[in-house]
């Protein structure tokens, strides 16, 4: 059966000379055989434990701060699954992993990721990072916002390669053009709907 699985895992964000302690959502789509991963947070125990024995089709990026993605290459190692990122986030994905390490597949807007029978509709949503995306799945109603929409509002904009007038045009575009009752896993937080945060905007 399709599903949604979730866990949260504790750590640090580290940009612009500043860390600060963060609790991050693990999201995992998909039924008993296989799933994808959205964002590798913290610690790959934790996420390899919601994935439990199932096959792990992709590791899917919402934005490249280390606090989305510093375990994403262990956890590639450890499971041979492709990580997929949108290109304009290599400036930050440097910052953690250097010029060495790379991502395998390039996100693009209304590209569709397939897993379990189901699709993931990915939205470039940028603001919080030039190439932020959100996951849209039609079938389970839900949207994955990593750190571009939470409960309350937009994610934050005032670090590098942020924008603050651009996410807010990336949501009300890509986001509020969803159906009202979606509901809005986040990155970071409890859940919400497009029409709670449509209100608020």
Not at 142 to 168: E, H, K, M, Q, W
Not at 184 to 200: F, K, L, M, N, Y
Request: glycine residues 10%.
């Amino acid at each position: 059966m399709l599903r949604v699985d979730h866990d949260v895992v504790a750590g640090t964000f580290s940009l612009d000379g500043q860390t600060f302690d963060v609790d991050n959502n693990i999201w995992v789509v998909g039924d008993d055989d296989e799933c994808v991963v959205i964002d590798a947070p913290h610690d790959v125990d934790a996420i390899l434990k919601v994935v439990g024995d199932r096959r792990l089709v992709a590791i899917v990026c919402t934005h490249s701060h280390d606090d989305h993605v510093r375990v994403a290459p262990e956890l590639r190692e450890r499971t041979g699954a492709p990580i997929l990122l949108h290109p304009a986030e290599w400036p930050l994905w440097e910052l953690t992993h250097g010029s060495d390490v790379w991502w395998n597949i390039d996100l693009t807007d209304g590209a569709r990721i397939e897993v379990a029978g189901t699709t993931l509709q990915v939205l470039h949503t940028p603001g919080h990072a030039p190439g932020a995306v959100c996951l849209y799945a039609p079938e389970l109603g839900c949207v994955f916002t990593g750190d571009t929409l939470f409960n309350g509002g937009p994610g934050a904009t005032g670090r590098s390669y942020s924008d603050a007038g651009l996410i807010v045009e990336s949501i009300k575009e890509k986001l509020l053009a969803l159906p009202a009752e979606t509901v809005v896993h986040t990155g970071h937080g409890d859940d919400t709907t497009i029409e709670a945060e449509a209100a608020r905007l």
